[in-house]
């Protein structure tokens, strides 16, 4: 397993979809994660440092498995399957492991708020990943397992895409910004 952090949640304006990226801690490697409003909202919320004045829904998890005893040691993305992922929320309740079934997104809007660690299995990455690979002339992604034509080539072709990509995505710094 490979761990990860959440380095921003963006929104295509033109489609209006969220995606979440995760970041791997000790590599250049990344995981795109395509979710819905709300999920992408909560997790915003909590990566500024914001609050509501009622619990939103992953507030309110979060405080019941606490007040049941229970403790978040971490999320799992465990899956992909036909482009779906799956997640599992890793819990600790009193000494017993317990692992529940979740949406990704859900489980991450969770750990944010819990600090807890998120990870991805090393197999999704390999199938879903995007990996920052460093040559003499620039630093390009490249998905794993890609067709390599001319390595000059393709690192510039990667680069642009990617970077177009990125640049088309706006950081969700307002939380009703539509």
């Keep these: ?12 304006l033109a489609t209006q979809q969220r995606v979440v990226i995760l970041k791997a801690t000790q590599q250049e490697r990344y995981l795109f994660v395509w979710i819905a409003h709300a999920e992408a909202y909560a997790i915003a919320v909590e990566l500024q440092g ?6 939103l829904t ?19 993305i465990s899956d992909l399957i036909d ?13 017993r492991h317990v692992e529940i079934d979740s949406r990704p997104s859900d489980a991450i809007a969770l750990a944010v708020r819990a600090k807890a660690t998120i990870f991805v ?8 990943g995007v990996v920052l690979a460093t040559n003499e002339e620039s630093q390009t992604p490249r998905a794993r397992g890609e067709q390599k034509r001319s390595a000059a ?5 990667n680069l642009d895409a990617y ?8 950081v969700l710094d307002e939380f009703g910004k539509e």
């Design 58 to 76: 992953h507030d309110l998890l979060k405080n019941v498995i606490g007040e049941l005893g229970a403790k978040i040691v971490s999320i799992v």
């Design 121 to 128: 299995e090393e197999s999704v990455l390999d199938r879903a």
């Design 163 to 170: 970077r177009d990509f990125i640049n088309s995505l706006d």
């Design 153 to 157: 080539e393709s690192d510039a072709d």
């Design 1 to 12: 397993m490979v761990e990860m952090t959440v380095e921003s949640v963006r929104i295509n």
């Design 50 to 55: 914001t609050t509501s004045l009622r619990p």
């Design 83 to 95: 482009d779906v992922f799956y997640a599992r929320i890793i819990l600790d309740v009193a000494g």
